[in-house]
């Protein structure tokens, strides 16, 4: 079976922005399952787990102020190839470039330099899946 789970995260852009509904909105209407949900001020702890792959990068240190700097709405979410499925809503990772009718096309600001407001994170694939959803969802 190739039912999946992936960690979604509404970014602090996203949320700030009162975008929480219309992007659940557009996870429930592609039929994926919302199986849990938090509100979380991340710390930075978290974050550098959450972003390990990108340590060292240019854009690491302005991403990570940024993710700290508002709520961050995290979903788990279920469904068939979700994960790849979501990273298709969502669109590809620079705004300006991304598909319409996907939420980093159709939502998505071109901010200049500031590409990591690009309003969500999902999961790459299934082991990425599991290690996030372990840190975002380590009550569960
Ligand atoms: P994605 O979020 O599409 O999986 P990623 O994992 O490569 O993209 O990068 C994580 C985040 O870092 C991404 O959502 C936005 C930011 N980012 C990536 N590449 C960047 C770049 N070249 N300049 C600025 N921010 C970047
Ligand atoms: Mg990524």
Redesign the pocket.
């Known amino acids: 079976s190739q039912l999946e789970q992936t960690l979604v995260l509404i970014k602090p852009d996203g949320v700030a922005r009162n975008l929480t509904g219309e992007i659940l909105r557009r996870i429930e209407a592609k039929g994926y399952q919302l199986v849990d949900v938090r509100l979380v001020h991340a710390q930075r702890d978290l974050l550098a787990a959450h ?1 390990a792959e ?1 340590e060292g990068k240019p ?1 690491y240190e302005p ?1 990570i102020q940024f993710m700290e700097s508002g709520p961050i709405v995290a979903l788990r979410i279920s469904g068939h190839r979700v994960i790849e499925g979501f990273r298709v809503l969502a669109g590809t ?1 620079d705004p300006t470039t991304a598909a319409p009718g996907t939420i980093r096309g159709d939502l998505g600001r071109d901010w200049g330099l500031n ?2 407001q ?1 309003l969500v ?1 999902g999961s ?1 694939s299934v082991e990425t899946a599991e290690r996030e959803l372990a840190l975002w969802f380590s009550h569960s």
């Open positions: 972003y990108h854009f991403l990772t590409v990591q690009n994170h790459d």
